[in-house]
């Protein structure tokens, strides 16, 4: 800023002095002009004060001319390298745009394949390379592959390939350091190429090896045409490139760990009762998403608590050394609640870098998974994050099948409890009296009467049909399925419908309101419900009409099956029935609703249940009605009042 405030006083301070100074030249000019014409005769006055007039306006008029040409001159080479500078400018931004782009889909690639993929394109595109050649390093056998190559011919990519294939890269792509080599130099990535590298107008090659960590994991060859070597800033955008390229990888690796965690979370769900396959599976998706080789599932069983190994692959029997590792990593994890990674281990066993996640469910430490790699670095620390999320859905998964599990034995146990409430009512009870019967039959027959053999056998027949009914009955309700389009209003319609074949006794079903989905669980309750009740009324109400209603109402769901039989005393605990009506009573509490029984001698039978249904599920504004009958057997008398009156 001083200086230029300085300049601007000089100019000011020039621009007053001009007219002075234009004006003493003048003066000076004259005094020569007027000194010459004292020495020259008067007829030369005229011609001298034309020529000096005339060279000193021809001389001041050629300084002004080349002062301003050289201002021009000065203004055009300004403007020239600003265009320069400009263009350059311009050419820079396109090449960082370049590298962003490139930096912004590998940032989103799902693989290490479409890193290099991309980063392939990009010298072509950042430094005019004459095309390039991506290899990678596997790393469980280190052998490389060439993962893809960008604007060579297909002659070319067929030569590299043979070269990389050969194994003759290996070990100098290990050792690459970032360089250039010409046609003459001991590079296989160019050498390998013979005379398709002059072909296609390829000079020299710039070598951009990649890393994970210690780990080699790739190179990246650019291929640039022959003649001025590579400028230091272009070079120095290859190595960005190159800087760019490696956490692109190690981002790709992770997404897919992370796929893998995620798909590993689904295939948890699909088969809960499985536990050692499901636990299987899962980790044979965890070893490919991680990259690891060995890996083991170690659940605590038994008193006092063991390990016990629900799934491994490569572990061996539990005296290997590999095994033995695992369960001293399985009782640290234990102790400390949350995952052990070891980056860099040695060791007998072979391993490299193993980690170890507790599987932590409620509190209570449920197993611990085992994922080990003969490479170092394959499991780092800072995975300890997604390892502890993948050890919470595995242990929710071991949970769950647990669960499971018990409630499957839980539901056995009481279907066979049912089951044999139900044989002792019906089967145990008919077979005795038919014991009883066939008895008292032998003896009228060795008494000689035959008519009353005759009617007691006729009454046995009887009861031997109501039997073989009973079974069917029970048999085609364990058959049963929750699964039938319609839901529930489908499923009563097919008992009625089944009752009315089989008996003369009159059957009504009415539904009334939008009935919502069920649970299977509760769905099954319900329906057993209405069929205990049905073979209640066959078996012991003597009635001539059955009416099952089904009523959705805001917030609950209404039942009722109500026949005109003789009904029987509440009380009693020998009422027709009565381990049926037990059994309803059970069903009822499993589900949350309440059941209720309005009876009496003579009286009919209701047997009323009332299931809380929450808004979520059931319909909550005004309730539309919707009527559904099924009728059958013979026509009732109009001026009856309805099943349970009185």
């Known amino acids: 800023m001083r200086g230029r405030r300085s300049i601007a006083r000089y100019g000011r301070e020039i621009l007053w002095a001009l007219p002075l100074a234009v004006l003493g030249l003048a003066a000076l000019h004259q005094a020569w002009l007027g000194v010459l014409l004292r020495h020259l005769s008067p007829e030369w006055h005229g011609l001298a004060q034309l020529v000096g007039y005339g060279v000193t306006g021809v001389v001041v008029a050629w300084l002004g001319l080349r002062r301003l040409l ?123 190429l013979g005379p398709l590298a002059t072909r296609e107008g390829i000079g020299s090659v710039v070598c951009l090896p990649f890393a994970i960590g210690e780990d080699r994991v790739g190179v990246l060859a650019t291929y640039l045409p022959a003649g001025e070597p590579l400028p230091p800033d272009r070079l120095h955008l290859l ?19 992370l796929a893998a965690a995620v798909y590993a979370g689904r295939e948890l769900g699909r088969a809960p009762d499985d536990v050692h396959g499901l636990l299987d599976r899962a980790l044979a998706i965890l070893l490919e998403g991680w990259g690891a080789e060995v890996g083991a599932v170690l659940l605590r069983r038994g008193d006092p608590p063991a390990w016990e190994v629900a799934a491994q692959r490569h572990l061996g029997d539990m005296a290997a050394p590999a095994a033995a590792l695992a369960v001293s990593l399985a009782r640290l994890a234990q102790q400390r609640r949350h995952p052990v990674v070891i980056p860099r281990m040695r060791g007998r066993h072979g391993l490299r870098s193993v980690a170890a996640v507790p599987l932590e469910a409620e509190g209570e430490v449920l197993g611990v998974a085992i994922l080990a790699s003969t490479h170092d670095g394959q499991l780092a620390l800072h995975q300890a994050e997604m390892l502890e999320a993948l050890g919470a859905q595995l242990a929710l998964a071991v949970r769950n099948a647990q669960l499971y599990h018990r409630l499957r034995e839980t539901a056995v146990v009481e279907e066979r409890y049912r089951l044999s409430r139900e044989m002792h009512d019906t089967l145990a009870q008919t077979l005795g009296y038919l014991g009883l019967q066939a008895s008292h039959v032998l003896r009228l027959v060795e008494r000689g009467e035959a008519r ?32 039938e389009s ?77 026949d005109d039989g003789r009904g029987f005393h509440p009380a009693s605990t020998q009422a027709p029935g009565h381990h049926g009506l037990v059994a309803m009573r059970e069903r009822a509490q499993t589900i949350g609703a309440q059941l209720t029984i309005a009876t009496g001698p003579g009286r009919g039978t209701r047997v009323m249940l009332r299931l809380p249904v929450p808004c979520a599920a059931a319909p909550c504004r005004e309730r539309a009605a919707v009527t559904s009958v099924v009728r059958g057997g013979p026509p009732s008398d109009a001026s009856h009042t309805g099943p349970g009156r009185g």
Request: with cysteine; proline share 5%.
């Open 452 to 483: 009353q053999a005759s009617e007691e056998l006729r009454q046995m027949v009887e009861v031997l049909r109501e039997a073989y009914l009973d079974v069917r009955e029970a048999i085609e309700d364990l058959r049963s399925s929750t699964g």
């Open 239 to 257: 190595d960005v490139l190159a800087a760019e390229v490696a956490p692109a990888l190690e981002g790709a690796r992770l997404r897919a760990r």
């Open 486 to 562: 319609g839901g529930l209003p489908a499923s009563l319609h097919r008992v009625v419908e089944t009752f009315r074949q089989r008996t003369p006794i009159a059957a009504h079903l009415e539904i009334e309101g939008p009935v919502p989905e069920m649970p299977s669980a509760v769905h099954l309750q319900l329906l057993r419900i209405v069929q205990e009740a049905l073979a209640n009324v066959r078996k012991h109400s003597q009635a001539t009409r059955v009416e099952v209603r089904l009523r959705a109402d805001p917030g609950h769901l209404e039942l009722s099956v109500a």
């Open 70 to 192: 050289d201002a021009l001159a000065k203004r055009e080479r300004a403007e020239e390298e600003l265009r320069q500078a400009y263009a350059d400018l311009k050419e820079q931004q396109r090449r960082l745009v370049v590298l962003h782009e490139f930096g912004k889909r590998a940032a989103g690639a799902l693989d290490a394949q479409e890193v290099l993929a991309l980063a392939a394109r990009v010298p072509v595109e950042l430094v005019g390379a004459r095309g390039a050649a991506a290899v990678s390093f596997d790393p469980e056998t280190g052998r490389p592959s060439l993962e893809v190559t960008w604007s060579l011919s297909d002659a070319a990519t067929a030569r590299l390939r043979r070269v990389v294939e050969g194994g003759l890269v290996s070990e100098a792509c290990r050792a690459c350091q970032p360089l250039t080599a010409n046609l003459n130099a001991g590079c296989p990535m160019l050498t390998g």
